[in-house]
């Protein structure tokens, strides 16, 4: 009887439901990790009659079941806090992306990130490198349409930042004397991070008018680092007066020489009461050793110095799918691409609308209590199918008996 056979069918569809709800509740706690999810289509029909222009509908007899598809829900799982910086999650559609030792890319949602002996940024579980795009090792900048490569965060590196802005601020006597002066000095620092002290020194000229001088004990014999007038409005305002200042070594002992900076004078008023200048702000840094790094929203990752600098190291690399539900999942928390998923497009997280958020993990999709339910309702299919061949069975051997 082919009803035995259809039943067998009914099984084998209901057993590999069955095997798909399994995997998913094991697969509970698995950090973004995707639902699967099974559907059945019939199989091919056996036609008793075609019907007839006369009122009669064709006649077909069903012989069984399979498995139409078994595909993954690819929804955003919840995000679990972890507070640890290189725990990443995606708030998005986009994956990030990693190379094997032999340099084969696979794409991943497990942000569970480390560095490696070489400072590698690389994946915990398996040792693959994150791709992104290196920063440049002076100005921080980031080429993002160059080629990604593997990224590499310089643990216990230093870091110096060149003075490039100074400024003073303050009040200059206005019932001071022609002639009469008044000094102050600001620290500011060369490109191996090396202070060097400047002593400005101004002095009246005219009413409203001030020469400034810089000198520092720093710089080459029988040279002047930065001259200039300040002239004040009948308001005692700077209406002109900001210069810049070239320091040339004496012995640079390798650092960029001449030192050049802006040296802004727009915080100094001329009122009648004691000149009270005084340095306010310079950009630069002595050195310092990295102490932490988090990594921002777009990906970029940042370190920052002990001697308060922040730095840019570089930024992940994201990938997006036309066809996310058509990648296929190579095991471990890695997908890669297929004919149907379409090629990956490599981009920032921003870029293709992603949000990273550092710090967190993203969760499986998994819902226990839909599983469960579709536990039972495969089970009892599975049970009916059984029953429907034993009832085929029961019948056969009627029909033998007959015989006898």
Request: no cysteine; proline share 3%; net charge negative.
């Amino acid at each position: 009887m082919s009803s035995i056979y259809t039943g067998v069918s009914g099984m084998q569809a209901n057993q590999q439901a069955v095997e798909v709800v399994a995997n998913n509740v094991a697969n509970l706690n698995t950090i973004a990790y995707k639902a699967g999810r099974i559907s059945f289509q019939e199989t091919l029909l056996r036609t008793l009659s075609n019907g007839g222009q006369e009122g009669t509908n064709p006649m077909q007899i069903g012989t069984g079941v399979t498995v139409g598809s078994i595909d993954k829900t690819m929804s955003q799982g919840n995000l679990r806090q972890t507070g640890r910086p290189l725990d990443l999650a995606i708030a998005g559609d986009t994956f990030f992306v990693v190379r094997d030792a032999n340099n084969a890319t696979y794409f991943t949602r497990n942000g569970i990130f480390q560095l490696d002996a070489n400072n590698r940024l690389v994946m915990a579980s398996n040792g693959m490198s994150i791709i992104g795009w290196q920063a440049d090792l002076y100005t921080g900048n980031v080429d993002t349409d160059s080629v990604p490569s593997e990224l590499h965060i310089p643990i216990g590196s230093v870091y110096a930042t060149q003075t490039l802005k100074a400024s003073m601020g303050g009040n200059l006597n206005a019932a001071a004397a022609v002639d009469d002066t008044t000094r102050a000095s600001i620290t500011v620092y060369d490109s191996q991070g090396t202070a060097h002290q400047i002593e400005v020194e101004f002095t009246k000229t005219d009413a409203g008018e001030w020469d400034w001088e810089a000198t520092s004990p720093d710089a080459t014999v029988a040279t002047t680092p930065g001259t200039g007038t300040l002239i004040f409005d009948e308001h005692g305002m700077l209406t002109s007066g900001s210069g810049t200042v070239s320091l040339d070594f004496t012995s640079s002992g390798g650092a960029t020489s001449p030192l050049v900076f802006d040296l802004d004078f727009s915080a100094i008023t001329q009122l009648d009461g004691t000149s009270t200048i005084q340095p306010l702000s310079q950009d630069g840094l002595p050195m310092g050793v990295l102490q932490n790094l988090y990594i921002g929203s777009d990906g970029t990752i940042y370190g920052t110095f002990t001697n308060g600098a922040t730095r840019v190291f570089g930024q992940l690399a994201t990938a997006r799918f036309a066809n996310t539900a058509g990648m296929i999942d190579e095991g471990s928390g890695l997908w890669n691409t297929t004919i149907n998923s379409g090629a990956p497009l490599i981009q920032p997280a921003t870029t293709s609308g992603s949000l990273i958020r550092s710090g967190f993990l993203e969760m499986s999709n998994v819902d226990l209590t839909t599983e469960f339910a579709n536990l039972i309702e495969f089970q009892r299919g599975f049970q009916a199918n059984s029953r429907s061949i034993t009832t085929s069975d029961e019948m056969m051997q009627d029909v033998l008996q007959l015989k006898r």
